[in-house]
């Protein structure tokens, strides 16, 4: 009993701290005890169990949560994507409270991005696969994701292996630019049926999601046949297409089969690899990926 009240008094004595301005954030962030680490985890809201995977991580890692809530307009290639991109701030703001994170940062997009006329430009990775189909996106990604470092002022970042190409492209411009920032990845989360949660399935029309878990489906075909020894990425490919294409709903973007690391393409598989594709249902861009992880 009085474990279960000193409990209920942790909760009631806790308090997530809002904040919207970035002097704010930052005039806590300049003084972050230097015992204590602290994490971020940068984010475009509309909450799900995938942020919750990266939450959990967070709290596992270090003594105080950030994250950031930020639908970054300089990522966005498509202007409708951008002002349809789905919005729950009051919903996050009680996910985050419950989750016990410790600070949630949202700031106006005018206190975030004025007159900005210097950019972190990734050169090489950012030119691949959704690079190709969405000129500029890394671009905007870094160097909102640097100025989010830097307002912050984290030891640790988590992302998801659900943007895996961002995902590099972090830790490379962590790695590139001396940033003391240790980045932390999470498996992607999954609904019960496979399809990869993503704020953007809020938007699909319930015929468009009852379609959408061919995406993982023909992902983990391909993936069992390459267990059973398929070693040749033009044919897995050819699989996962022919899958797709059954369904005229989907229109493919791409399908690549690149090294895990390095992210360069393959013929053959024979050190880790992993299945990167992106389609459109309707008018949604999804994306997803697995790992294929030789014997
Ligand atoms: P977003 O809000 O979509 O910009 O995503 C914020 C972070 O959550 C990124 O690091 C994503 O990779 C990660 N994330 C989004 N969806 C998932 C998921 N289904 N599983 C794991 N991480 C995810």
Redesign the pocket.
């Known amino acids: 009993m009085l474990k279960i009240m000193f409990f209920l008094l942790i909760k009631i004595a806790f308090k997530m701290k809002i904040i919207r301005l970035l002097s704010e954030m930052q005039a806590y962030s300049s003084k972050w005890d230097k015992n204590k680490k602290v994490s971020l ?11 919750l ?2 939450i959990k991580s967070a709290k596992n890692n270090s003594d105080i949560v950030v994250v950031s809530i930020f639908i970054n307009p300089m990522q966005f290639t498509d202007s409708d994507d951008f002002n349809k991109y789905p919005k729950s701030y009051h919903d996050d703001i009680k996910y985050c409270e419950n989750m016990e994170v410790d600070f949630i940062f949202i700031p106006e997009s005018e206190d975030i991005i004025i007159d900005i006329d210097v950019w972190v430009y990734e050169n090489k990775l950012s030119k691949l696969l959704c690079g190709k189909s969405r000129p500029g996106h890394f671009q905007g990604v870094c160097t909102i994701v640097l100025k989010l470092f830097n307002i912050v002022q984290p030891q640790i970042a ?6 895996l190409q ?2 590099r492209i972090i830790q490379k411009m962590v790695l590139d630019l001396n940033i003391p920032i240790n980045i932390i990845s ?5 609904e019960p049926d496979g399809l ?4 953007r399935n809020k938007r699909l029309s319930n015929s468009e999601r009852n379609i959408s878990p061919i995406i993982y489906n023909s992902l983990s075909r391909a993936k069992n046949e390459f267990l059973n020894g398929e070693k040749s990425t033009k044919v897995l490919i050819n699989l996962i297409n022919n899958f797709i294409n059954k369904n005229p709903e989907i229109h493919i973007d791409y399908i690549k089969i690149v090294d895990l690391k390095n992210m360069n393409e393959l013929e053959k598989i024979i050190s880790p690899a992993v299945i990167m594709i992106a389609v459109f249902i309707g008018k949604i861009r999804l994306i997803d990926n697995i790992f294929l992880i030789p014997k």
């Not at 999470?186 to 999954?190: D, V």
């Not at 990869?196 to 704020?199: D, E, G, K, R």
């Open positions: 985890i940068p984010t475009m809201g509309c909450l799900h169990n995938g942020h995977s990266l988590i992302f998801g292996e659900k943007d961002q995902l999470c498996p992607i989360h999954r990869a949660l993503s704020s």
